[in-house]
């Protein structure tokens, strides 16, 4: 099996939220780097923050956009769109606002298994959707990076 076959055999058991399928995908022990998130041990860590993110976005949707395969390793990027209308992600509750978070993860395949994942992806743009930023070039925007300018020169002195 190639190393695009297992990765979107991965994709596809995540967008069915079938986490025992997309978790068969992977070495046991192996590392998902999972962007500002930090390194999840497979199976468990990784479990638990795609149980959290399926659960904060009940209506999720994650679909392959495209997929760039070498020998062994694959790189896949990928749409997340839903409601943030479940239970709190990452320690922030639930906004009802919509996403379309767009990102990359690159995936070493070895022996028909994922042995290591590295996804990035804009959390700034996702913090704007969800209200936790203001909006780009917004009065509110100006206003937090005077203020943060003003702290980086005071702390200087």
Known sequence: MSAETVARRYFDALARRDLDAAEA??????????GPVG????PDQW?????ELFAAIPDGRHE???????????????RLTGSFAGRPYQGIRATGHRI??????????EE???????????DAATA????LMPPRGSRRERALLALFNTVTR????
């Open 25 to 34: 995908c992977w070495q046991p022990g192996s590392i998902s780097a999972v």
């Open 39 to 42: 390194d999840l041990t497979v």
């Open 47 to 51: 479990r638990a923050y795609f149980e």
């Open 64 to 78: 392959v956009l495209d997929v760039v395969a070498g020998d062994d390793r694959v790189a896949v990027r990928w």
């Open 100 to 109: 379309v978070q767009e990102g990359v993860d690159v995936l070493t395949v």
């Open 112 to 122: 028909e298994l994922i042995r290591s994942n590295y996804a990035y992806w804009d």
């Open 128 to 131: 704007r959707q969800l209200g």
């Open 154 to 157: 005071v702390r200087r002195r």
